[in-house]
């Protein structure tokens, strides 16, 4: 068994096309995604999902809120997001569980590494939600902590701005930059390349934790990445 964690952004389950906070049909199509990777068998998927489509901390944080009270409300924003996520894959037929690190017992299951683990086991999708419960992050840290409490084997960080791996620069400002299939976390952290969070790509070098980076949207990408295939670009 493969067991990875996926990270994907709250903006991903938004669209420009819709102007919805949640597009229904978006997060339909990563959940049929999702769970057509999961029928092929061979693979434990836990999803740790952001916020920015609702709220983000820091941009409480500059119009002179409390940063740790903004935290906070970007935590419950990843709530909403993973019961959305939930919803849509539990329509195509797969057992989820969404798992928040913030206690809410009649919204989600606390986080419990062990009871983590038996629901991946038991084939069941679980769904990170709140991050780590810890203001001052963003959900790139608790993706690439909970990948190494759970002992994933890699985490996949999906994109949605159309850039589909790691170039050596914005590859939406300047179309000739080179995009890596391969990178090293030092090199990454050198060049101050904006894969993750830099709290997150420290955490996976010290951790030995590999992060594929792949474009989440190209219809099949996603079955490709959970698949184990070499889409986007590896960093380790
Ligand atoms: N957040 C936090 N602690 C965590 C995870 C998230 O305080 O462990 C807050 C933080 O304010 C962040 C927001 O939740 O801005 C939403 O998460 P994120 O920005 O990572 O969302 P994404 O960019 O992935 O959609």
């Not at 199509?29 to 693979?43: H, T, V, Y």
């Not at 849509?88 to 299951?109: L, N, Y």
């Not at 830099?198 to 030995?208: E, Q, R, V, Y």
Request: hydrophobic residues 45%.
């Amino acid at each position: 068994m493969r067991r990875v964690v996926l990270k994907l952004s709250g903006e991903a389950l938004a669209s420009a096309a819709s102007d919805e906070t949640i597009d229904a049909s978006t997060v339909d199509f990563l959940a049929r995604e999702i769970s057509r990777a999961m029928d092929r068998g061979g693979l434990e998927l836990a999803v740790v999902v952001g916020g920015g489509n609702i709220w983000r901390g820091a941009t409480g944080a500059m119009a002179g809120m409390n940063r740790a009270n903004s935290d906070l409300m970007g935590m419950l924003g990843t709530v909403i997001n993973a019961l959305a996520l939930q919803d849509a894959i539990e329509s195509h037929g797969r057992p989820t569980r969404v798992m928040s690190a913030i206690g809410m017992d009649q919204v989600a299951e606390p986080y419990i590494r062990r009871r983590a683990v038996r629901h991946l086991e038991k084939g069941r999708v679980v769904i990170f939600a709140a991050g780590m419960g810890n203001p001052y992050f963003t959900t790139d840290t608790p993706a690439a902590q909970r990948a190494a409490e759970i002992e994933a084997e890699v985490v996949l960080k999906g994109t949605h701005g159309g850039v589909d791996g790691v170039y050596d620069e914005d590859p939406r400002i300047n179309p000739k930059a080179t995009k890596f299939d391969e990178i090293s976390f030092d090199e990454v952290i050198a060049r101050n390349l904006r894969v993750m969070d830099m709290t997150a790509i420290t955490f996976c070098k010290d951790n030995n934790l590999p992060l594929r980076v792949f474009d989440l949207m190209a219809p099949g990408n996603l079955g490709l990445a959970l698949d184990g295939h070499a889409v986007g670009t590896l960093v380790k």
